[in-house]
């Protein structure tokens, strides 16, 4: 069974830094790509950054200039690094990872969740 295990996170002022990060655990999978979404309180669920296999990375306009992204797929993380952060960046971050099974068919996976309050 395949599991993302989030950790980071927590309570920061504005203009401070977190990072949260994901680890996939299981066996018999490959990474398409990994990455974070976030959702705040009576928001949709929205994309904040995807790392993919080959080393590139996409980012909403929201992070770019401030979060970056990282990932090994050899130790199956993902790493959002968060700058400069805004009270509009509080919201629950959700790590998620399309991964490919050993029948080459590939799944979403979504992780529980971790929550980022930034204060003003």
């Known amino acids: 069974q395949v599991q993302l295990v989030e950790s980071g996170g927590g309570f920061v002022q504005a203009g401070g830094s977190l990072r949260v990060s994901c680890l996939a655990s299981g066996t018999d999978f490959s990474i398409n790509s990994m990455g974070w979404y976030r959702q705040a309180p009576g928001k949709q669920r929205e994309l904040v950054a995807t790392f993919f296999s080959d080393g590139g990375s996409v980012y909403a306009d929201t992070a770019k200039g401030r979060f970056t992204i990282s990932g090994d797929n050899a130790k199956r993380t993902v790493h959002l690094q968060m700058n400069s952060l805004k009270p509009d960046d509080t919201a629950v971050y959700f790590c998620?990872?399309?991964?490919?099974?050993?029948?080459?068919?590939?799944?979403?996976?979504w992780g529980q969740g971790t929550q980022v309050t930034v204060s003003s």
């Open positions: 998620t990872a399309n991964l490919v099974d050993w029948s080459h068919r590939a799944h979403d996976y």
